[in-house]
């Protein structure tokens, strides 16, 4: 227990430039004591206190301001960042160095009766507001921009934005590993595909226009 304390503050320090030091990351950070908790409520969960379970889960919830069901399964080195308002479903199922901003939600469609909730591989990262949802699986070291809708399995080393999520990045051109991702930076499709409609439009009007002052129009 003492040596997974020590990873997360260490992991928290490697990531956030806020950190200053172990003492201020294990007494301020909500997201280290959202997955703290968890461990515990998952543990009586898997001793089938499911009561017991929900109960920490919850308490947990009102402290942190982080959902986390304690029946998911959260591999090592979770980063969640600032906490507030994330959401893991019961079913999910969470790789090792994943880091979740705020507002991320990993829930279900509403349509699944038993695996209702996303997988999240090794090295994902999913930015502020993202939501995941159903029975799908984001593949390792890919990176979800802030406020995307994920409907469908996202290949590993892939960088998706959008309503619903759109795959921009893929193989052939790696993505950054996630602590260098910049979601501030991402590419927008929709507004790539009105650019290009403009431009057509553009030309048009000139052709147009240039068909005019020859009279071809005639």
Known sequence: MFQR??????????LDPAAKNRLEVFFTYAGIHAVWAHLIAHWFYKKN????????????????????????NIGRRLFIDHGMGVVIGETCNIGN????????TLGGTGKE??????DIDDNVLIAAGAKVLG???????SNVGANSV???NVPPHSTVVGIPGHIVKQHGQRVRKHNNFDH??????????LLELEKEINN??????????????I
């Open 97 to 104: 160095d994943v880091t979740i901003y705020q507002g991320v």
């Open 135 to 141: 029975n799908i699986r984001v593949g390792e070291s």
């Open 49 to 72: 206190f499911k009561v017991m379970a929900r109960v920490v889960s919850q308490l947990s919830r009102f402290v942190t301001g982080a959902e986390i069901h304690p029946g998911a």
């Open 5 to 14: 304390v020590k990873e997360d503050l260490d992991m928290v320090l490697a």
């Open 204 to 217: 048009f009007r000139r052709e147009v226009g240039n068909e005019v002052k020859d009279g071809s129009h």
């Open 150 to 152: 994920v409907l469908k």
């Open 113 to 118: 009766d038993h695996k209702r909730h996303p």
């Open 184 to 193: 501030r930076d991402l590419p927008d499709p929709l507004f790539e595909k």
